[in-house]
Structure formats: structure tokens, C-alpha cells
């Protein structure tokens, strides 16, 4: 019994050791480049908010954002609207890849991105849309 | 009846049969387990980096501060 005791108390122990030897560690993402990439899509969202709020734009599977309905924007404001995306985009490429690189693992780039794509969708506000098979869904 | 002796020697040996079986274990989850680690994307922890991220971009995070975290002060202030 004692026996049964001891090594079922060592064997939790182990599974202990273990357990905390596969709870991966944070990911890094404080690197100077991913803080610049940071700030510039912050400031850059105070611009896009309201273009999501309209549907003008909105979040793509893959995840960057798109324009989804220009008819949304007066015609003047178009094609500031198609720059902020494109920019918006290749600091989203960037920060995806920055992040990969940072934990030294390149190749969890895409990973990385398809992990950002459902979380952007899951903290989007209600009436922002977002891509789903293909197809806008209003959230 | 055993001797006191010879039952204190065969605890030993259950002992020694325990870190045995102990090792064994070791070897077969241990050892597998820090390979995974440097193969397999850490998906739990790149969701926490993710929503890090996006709470800072989005600036959800004062929003959500008031509502759902208490200031950050209280655990300075709890400590004796």
C-alpha cells in the first residue's frame, strides 16, 4: 500500500515535471522592430475604425483586412482608403513574420498568422465584417 | 513471521524497483516531451501573444480594464 502510495506520488511528481517541462513558454513579441510595428497599426487604426463601423473594410480569413464595400466611402476618400489597407497589410506581414523570427523559429510564420486571423475576428467589434468561406459575415 | 530485518530489506528492494520503474518512465515520457518542444508551433502561447497585440492595437485593453480587472494597484496594496 505504501508502496502503491509512494510511486503513484513520484509518478505525479514526474507528470508534474514533465507537464511544466510542455507548457511552452511566452512568446516573445517585445523586440524593438515589433514594437514600431505595434505603434504605426495603432495610430494607423484610429483612421480604419470608423471605415470597419461603416463596412467600407473588413477582416479577412487570412489575417489582413480588405476592402469590402468602397461604395461605403466617398469617392475622394477611396483612394486614401486603399493606401491605409495596403499599409495596414505589409505592417500586418511584418509584425507576423517579426514574431516568428523573434522566437527563432521562422518557419511559424504562417501559424502564426493563422493564429492572429481568428483572434482579430474574435475581438472585432459587433457590425464589423469579417471573411468567413469566402464570404462577408456581419459580426 | 518475518524479521524485522528482512522486511526492512525487501521495502529496499520494492524501492529500488519503484525508481526503476521511475526511470523508465522518464526516458519514455521525458525525452520525447523536450523534442516536442522545439518542434511543434506553442499555439496556447501564441494566442495570449496575439490578443496581447491586438488589445494594444485596437486599444481594447483601458476598455476593458474598468470592467474586468480590478486597478492594478489592489495586490500592492493587499501585501502585508
Known sequence: MKKLLLTGLLSMTLMGGVGLLQAAPDLEANTPVITAIKTSMQTRHA?????????????????????????????S???GLAGLVKDENSDRARLYKEIAAANGHPEWQGEIQSTFAGRWIDKAQAGWFYQKEGAWVKK | MESKGTRMRRRQIEFGKTWLVIAGLLAVVALPACVT??????AAAAEK????????????????????NPPAAAPTTTTP
Open chain 2, 49 to 68: 501573444a496575439a490578443d496581447k497585440i491586438i488589445d494594444e492595437v485596437w486599444q481594447l485593453k483601458q476598455e476593458q480594464e474598468g470592467a474586468q
Open chain 1, 77 to 79: 476618400q477611396r483612394g
Open chain 1, 47 to 75: 483612421q480604419l475604425q470608423s471605415y470597419y463601423g461603416s463596412g467600407a473594410i473588413g477582416l479577412t480569413q487570412d489575417g489582413y483586412i480588405a476592402v469590402k464595400d468602397a461604395s461605403a466611402v466617398p469617392l
Open chain 2, 37 to 42: 518542444i522545439n518542434i511543434y508551433f506553442p
